[in-house]
């Protein structure tokens, strides 16, 4: 199958990759770049997973090609580290309250609640599990249980730097001028 030449952002680096066109971004993610935090349950958009930030928006990245990511801005569960390569706030949370069961869907869960804090500063639970979508969702059965939601979403507690925006406090800034380029190969 011919291969197609694309271009995009991952985790605020450019990434410039040959693809063939049926390969899916989470494959990509996972083979291509070696960014294993982004898992794969059903591989067919249920389970949610393997859910990405596409643009800041919460994508399964089962369902997306790697060729529809061209010129885009991709986000992974690794991209939410801090600046010194600590846990971001949301992951710290987590890992305090033991938010997950086997832990398998949970880097999908955290950036399903990532992208929602994103869009609306959501701290619902039901929401999150509607964005979710998903029957793996046993995260977010034991973040019910949780007695501090606003902690987990890194809310609160946290506090905000002065002039921070709410991706700050949530976890690393995912954009950065003059990233260097990387070759998209497996490390
Ligand atoms: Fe993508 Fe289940 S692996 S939704």
Redesign the pocket.
């Known amino acids: 199958m011919t291969s197609r030449s694309i271009t995009l952002t991952v985790n605020a680096q450019r990434i410039e990759s040959e693809v063939e066109p049926r390969m899916h971004l ?1 494959d990509f993610l996972r083979q291509r770049l070696g960014m294993t935090g982004t898992h ?11 859910t990405v930030l596409v643009n800041g928006d919460a994508v ?4 997306m090609l790697a060729v529809q990511a061209d010129g885009m801005d991709v986000v992974t569960v690794e991209g939410l580290a801090l600046a010194d390569g600590s846990l971001a706030p949301i992951q710290q949370a987590f890992q305090k309250h033991h938010a997950l069961q086997c832990g398998f869907c949970t880097p999908g869960v955290v950036m399903s609640l990532y992208a929602l804090w994103m869009e609306a500063g959501c701290t619902s639970v039901e929401a999150a599990r509607a964005k979710n979508g998903g029957i793996v969702d046993t995260s977010l059965i034991t973040l019910s249980a949780s007695s501090n939601h606003s902690d987990l979403l890194g809310i609160g507690t946290k506090g905000t730097a002065a002039g921070g925006s709410r991706r700050s406090q949530m976890g690393a800034s995912v954009r950065s001028a003059g990233a260097e380029p990387i070759t998209g190969k497996l490390r």
Do not use: D, F, P, Y
């Open positions: 989470g794969l349950g059903c591989e067919h958009g249920v389970c949610g997973a393997c399964r990245s089962c369902l």
